[in-house]
Structures are given as C-alpha cells and as structure tokens.
C-alpha cells in the first residue's frame, strides 16, 4: 500500500545511547516531516525537508539530526538518547502545492531509560 | 502564546448531535489542514483548506482567510467519530494545535 513507512515500531533506549528512525514514502511528495508527540500535547516539529538534499530545523530540533538521504527517505538520529526524548515519533510527507493533506506514519514509541 | 489556538480543548457529544470545532491562527498561512488521531495513535488527513469550504461525507471545513480562523463540523455524530482533530497552518513550516478531544457517546 502507498504511504509512508516508519521503523521501528517501538525501542526502548539506555541513556547515551544513539539510534535512528528510518522513514521512507513512495508517493513522490516533495517535502517531508518528523514530529514527536508528548503525551496529553500537540505535534511539535522537530525537523522538515522541503525537498531532496535540503534540511532545515523545526521547533524542537535539539538533540536531534536528521538526513535526506534521497527523495524517499528521511531519517531521525538521536545521538545520545535522553530522558526527555521519551516520546512518540511521527514521520509525515506531503507534496507541496499540490491540494493534498499530509500522509503520516504510524509512529515510533520511544522509550529512554 | 501558541500561533494555533483550538477550541474547545475537549468535547462530549451524544450520538447524532451536530459538532463544531474551532482553530484560530495568528500568522499568514498558505494552508490550513484538519487532521484527525484515532485512539489508536494513527494519523490522517482530512481536509487541507486555503479558502471557502470543503464537504467529505459528513464533515465540513470552512476557513476565513481575513478573520484567521477555521472551523470543522460534524453532522449526524457517531461514536466512531470519537479522536483528537488536530488544526495545522503551513506558513514557512508547519504549525499545529493542541487538537480537541472528541468523544460521541450513543
């Protein structure tokens, strides 16, 4: 099916610890989004992609980075996990222009011990 | 001061009651989107608005450009109905809300 592809599914993570969040859409959209969700609050931006090879920062980008590898994909790295990113993760594309919404993943439950 | 403001930040309806969610912003936008979680977490988009007003089923979406404000409807409500609807403006980067908690009893 068409969309977009998060892995993993959930992880939990030591303190210090580094991972990365994989992405991928195959829609061909343009720009892409990570987002994480605390509980009881809103979506906050971390990082966006508004097209391939470029990359810029959102509300929250601290401890994170992020790669545009190609027009597909879009990974999230955190490379010494903390307490404080225990959270959901979202990956979102959309094609910019276009009368179209986001297409979300599924989500990655992070979990930082 | 958040640049997406929803209201009601929560809402009970009984089943078939019609609902009305509100999303004020507070910078110039390209779009304006309505998203909906289920309670399972998942995400989807239901409307992406610049002007006027969208119709899908049931739901209905209308923005006012110069007033800065959105709002969803739902008509004939229905349990399954029951998630957070998320309000999010594109200017630049994308902007969202709090969301509203929706639950429809029968």
């Known amino acids: 099916n068409a969309g977009v592809t998060q892995t993993p599914k959930f992880q939990v993570l030591k303190t210090g610890q580094s991972m990365t969040l994989q992405c991928a859409q195959d829609m061909n959209h343009n720009s892409m989004y990570w987002y994480r969700q605390d509980p009881g609050m809103g979506l906050r931006l971390i990082y966006y992609s508004a097209s391939e090879g470029t990359t810029d920062k959102g509300e929250v980008p601290n401890g994170y980075n992020v790669s545009r590898l190609n027009k597909r994909e879009f990974s999230l790295r955190l490379e010494s996990a903390a307490p404080s990113q225990t959270s959901v993760y979202f990956c979102?594309?959309?094609?910019?222009?276009?009368?179209?919404?986001?297409?979300f993943g599924s989500g990655t439950r992070l979990t930082v011990v | 001061k958040n640049e997406v403001e929803q209201s009601p930040q929560n809402l009970t309806a009984q089943e078939g009651e019609f609902i009305t969610i509100n999303c004020s912003y507070s910078?110039?936008?390209?779009?304006l989107h309505w998203l909906q979680q289920h309670p399972g977490g998942g995400i989807v988009s239901l409307f992406m608005l610049s002007s006027g007003k969208k119709k899908h089923g049931r739901l209905i979406a209308t923005i006012n450009i110069q007033e800065k404000h959105s709002s969803l409807h739902i008509t004939a409500s229905h349990p399954r109905d029951s998630a957070v609807y998320i309000c999010?403006?594109?200017?630049?980067?994308?902007?969202f809300g709090d969301g509203t908690t929706l639950t429809v009893k029968p």
């Open positions: 910078v110039g936008i390209s779009a």
């Open positions: 979102a594309s959309r094609q910019t222009g276009s009368v179209d919404g986001y297409t």
């Open positions: 999010a403006v594109n200017a630049g980067k994308s902007t």
